[in-house]
Antibody, heavy 117, light 112 residues
Framework: EVQLVESGGGLIQPGGSLRLSCAASGFSVSDHYMNWVRQGPGKGLEWVSVVYGGGSTNYGDSVKGRFTISRDNSKNTLYLQMNSLRVEDTAVYYC???????????WGQGTLVTVSS | DIVMTQSPLSLPVTPGEPASISCRSSQSLLRSDGYMFLDWYVQKPGQSPQLLIYLGSNRASGVPDRFSGSVSGTDFTLEINRVEAEDVGVYYCMQALQTPNTFGQGTKLEIK
């Protein structure tokens, strides 16, 4: 069974850093493109970042230069390093597995990041 | 970036009645290999989003056949032929043709 479990969220001051983790089971993260998607309080979904099977990455404009996506194949875990956090980064962060051609076919339960002084 | 526009944003439906949600993309989502990179997701209350329809018209595993997706150029439609109480939630379209992947604003389906 495919499972994704996020962790690492919490309360952080503006300008601070946080690293989110997404532990995967039931498949290998190296065999799929893996994504982070966030949802601000009372808002819709916003795609954040992707790491492809070959290791290349891409980011949304709002996080480019501040966030870094990575994965550890030996731990079968996806990460999101978030630096220079802003109040507007407050959101539930979901990791999501990429399907065989497109789509986000499995999602984790999310982890809440609150950026506030 | 590709802009996705959904309508309506709120959709009250009587159980047993059909429902339809529209999504329009600002540019074609058709790739040269013939795949249409449009997905539909639903986020039920208190839950994570889940995949409903991929590549425009393909139901994801376990999705009831009362859900269907259709495509006409840059216009996409999600149809539920008989709404049930468990279908309550917010429905999103998402283009997966290019990064950044972009979502529609969401359509909140509620039961009358």
């Amino acid at each position: 069974e495919v499972q994704l479990v996020e962790s690492g969220g919490g309360l952080i001051q503006p300008g601070g850093s946080l690293r989110l983790s997404c532990a995967a089971s039931g498949f290998s993260v190296s065999d799929h493109y893996m994504n982070w998607v966030r949802q601000g309080p009372g808002k819709g979904l916003e795609w954040v970042s992707v790491v492809y099977g070959g290791g290349s990455t891409n980011y949304g404009d709002s996080v480019k230069g501040r966030f870094t996506i990575s994965r550890d194949n030996s731990k079968n875990t996806l990460y999101l390093q978030m630096n220079s956090l802003r109040v507007e980064d407050t959101a539930v962060y979901y990791c999501a597995r990429g399907g065989s051609i497109s789509s986000l076919d499995h999602w984790g339960q999310g982890t809440l990041v609150t950026v506030s002084s | 970036d590709i802009v996705m526009t959904q309508s309506p944003l709120s959709l009250p439906v009587t159980p047993g009645e059909p429902a339809s949600i529209s999504c329009r993309s600002s540019q074609s989502l058709l790739r040269s290999d013939g795949y249409m990179f449009l997905d539909w997701y639903v986020q039920k209350p208190g839950q994570s989003p889940q995949l409903l329809i991929y590549l425009g018209s393909n139901r994801a595993s376990g999705v009831p056949d009362r859900f269907s997706g259709s495509v006409s150029g840059t216009d996409f439609t999600l149809e539920i032929n008989r709404v049930e109480a468990e279908d309550v939630g917010v429905y999103y379209c998402m283009q997966a043709l290019q990064t950044p992947n972009t979502f529609g604003q969401g359509t909140k389906l509620e039961i009358k």
